[in-house]
């Protein structure tokens, strides 16, 4: 029996997009309800916490981006085949929160002078510190041709994806110094899903 989905967030990418993904690289249809901010406050008591995202199955609400994302991953066949690549889906998706952690701290600061060595700090020590372990993972899976984790695209290549766009709000180019991590990058891009969904979502603010 085939559920019924929906994906209620605001017109953002943020903490929903990552399921977006999940539902675009598994092809399955859904209802992707976006909210404005002026709307916000009537729509609060409707959620379990409080909080978007929250995804309803056959009406059943959950919340929590990251439960959402993992829970479809598993749903649709995208969390990995076995119990130990489960466990790296995981890692990597736990890392890619670690990895956008300063982000908001270097966009809210104020004084440019404390801005300018927060993006020096990340682009530089911070950033490089997981890039360069992560594509050591990526080249130790067939040789970097594939995916992060096996040999079918998961929740850990989305959330890597995803997680692009969020730091390019602390620098210009992320992936600059990790060629390899472009051209996986690029590659997911172009599954014929994902580009589709590329294409076709709406032009929203990050």
Known sequence: MAHSYK??????????????????AAGVEYEDVRYEFADWPKL???????QIPVLEVDGKPMAQSNAIARYLAREFGLAGKTAWDQGQVDMLVETMM??????????QCTDEDEKAKLKKSFAEEHLPHY?????????????????LVGDEITLADLAFMCGQDWLKLAM???????????EYVDRL???PKMAEWLKKRPKSEL
Do not use: C, H
């Not at 890039?131 to 995916?147: D, T, V, Y």
């Not at 210009?172 to 060629?179: G, V």
């Open 172 to 182: 210009d180019n992320p992936l600059e110094k990790y060629p390899k991590l472009q």
């Open 7 to 24: 994906l209620r967030y605001f017109n953002l990418q943020g903490r929903a997009e990552l399921a977006r993904l999940v539902f675009a």
């Open 131 to 147: 890039m360069e372990a992560i594509q050591k993972i990526l080249e130790e899976n067939r040789e970097g041709k594939g995916f």
């Open 98 to 107: 670690d990895i956008g952690a300063p982000v908001p701290k270097i966009r």
């Open 44 to 50: 609060k008591a409707s959620t379990p916490f409080g």
């Open 189 to 191: 891009a172009a599954i």
